[in-house]
């Protein structure tokens, strides 16, 4: 199966600040099937990238996602505080589909 | 508006089952795959199964292939997970989720609320 691996797993930023979160596939990933979902506590996730670099409906220009192959990026640009949550990769390019482990944006 | 509600969860001891629903409104249901994701307590995210618009194509997580069925009732808008043989390991909360698939690629767009599932005697 394909392992996502995501990086930091934990990012301490203040609002205003840029966040940057990585996404590393063990193996390549069609951009077609890798989507990016925020969580926030007691929530379901919400779809924010798909392909890679699609916003989702109603998704700030804030968010956006780049990459291709085994290495893809969500670039949060100004962080605000309704933005500290849970971030997952998904890639769904290969059977079984498979999340990263997540990465933690919190206040600082 | 596009709604997934997810019920049938609940307490079940170890080798028991259980069944999930996922009630659906505001799109086309037949149109669209679905999936099933869980959550077990403070951990991430886990693909669990999924299955095609018509029903007749499903996938499973290894985890559960064997005893987790998942199907759908178009007439209903209701997708199902029966899961069987129970484990501790299988608790978590389960979450319905919509298929999208545009020109550039797919994603699960919709999710439910999610249903509580406890394995414990």
């Known amino acids: 199966e394909i392992v996502l691996t995501q990086s930091p797993g934990t990012l301490s930023l203040s609002p205003g600040e840029r966040a940057t979160l990585s996404c590393r596939a063990s193996q390549s990933v069609s951009s077609s099937y890798l989507a990016w979902y925020q969580q926030k506590p007691g929530q379901a996730p919400r779809l924010l990238i798909y392909s890679a670099s699609s916003r989702a409906t109603g998704i700030p220009d804030r968010f956006s996602g780049s990459g291709s192959g085994t290495d893809f990026t969500l670039t949060i640009t100004r962080l605000e505080p309704e933005d500290f949550a849970v971030y997952y990769c998904q890639q769904s390019d290969k059977s079984p589909r498979t999340f990263g482990q997540g990465t933690k944006v919190e206040i600082k | 508006e596009v709604q997934l509600v997810e019920s049938g969860g609940g307490l079940v001891q170890p080798g028991g089952s259980l069944r999930l629903s996922c009630a659906a409104s505001?799109?086309?249901?037949?149109?669209?795959?679905m999936s099933w994701v869980r959550q077990a307590p403070g951990k991430g995210l886990e693909w669990v199964s999924a299955i095609s618009g018509s029903g007749s194509t499903t996938y499973y997580a290894d985890s559960v292939k064997g005893r987790f069925t998942i199907s759908r009732d178009n007439s209903q808008n209701t997708q199902y997970l029966q899961m069987n043989s129970l484990r501790a390991e299988d608790t978590a909360v389960y979450f319905c989720?919509?298929?999208?698939?545009?020109?550039?690629?797919?994603?699960?767009?919709?999710w439910g609320q999610g249903a509580q599932v406890t394995v414990s005697s």
């Open positions: 505001g799109f086309t249901f037949s149109s669209y795959a």
């Open positions: 989720a919509k298929r999208a698939c545009s020109t550039t690629g797919c994603a699960d767009d919709y």
